[in-house]
């Protein structure tokens, strides 16, 4: 079993930064696919981010390239997920998620979260205008 708590969420004025932590417990995150999603109310979850275990370049939903970076610290069984210029529309509660493989049969498994075996309790994200 892997027990993932992130942490970092808040209130934070359009255009700012956040930075989210994922951190695990029970289980080393070394050789698992690690991603981040989140859901707005009234909305269904929504692919944000991932990283594989292989190094491989990380993956992110269109709405969030090029303003957030997905990293991990291995050594410190953590995933991070740097969120600059957020917008409102980046209103949300973020999950971690882990699965159990390294690297999906398809790439596109990666956005889905039924790929994802194990989730954390999810951080609030509120950005306003």
């Known amino acids: 079993q892997v027990q993932l708590v992130e942490s970092g969420g808040g209130l934070v004025q359009a255009g700012g930064s956040l930075r989210l932590s994922c951190v695990a417990t029970g289980r080393t995150i070394t050789a698992r696919s690690m991603g981040w999603f989140r859901q707005a109310p009234g909305k269904e979850r929504e692919f944000v981010a991932a990283?594989?275990?292989?190094?491989?370049?990380?993956y992110y939903g269109d709405s969030v390239k090029g303003r957030f970076t997905i990293s991990r610290d291995n050594a410190k069984n953590t995933v991070y997920l740097q969120m600059n210029d957020l917008k409102p529309g980046d209103t949300g509660i973020y999950y971690c998620a882990a699965s159990q493989s390294s690297a999906p049969a398809r790439t596109a498994n990666l956005y889905q979260g039924g790929w994802y075996d194990y989730w954390g309790q999810g951080t609030q994200v509120t950005v306003f205008s």
């Open positions: 990283t594989l275990r292989i190094g491989s370049d990380p």
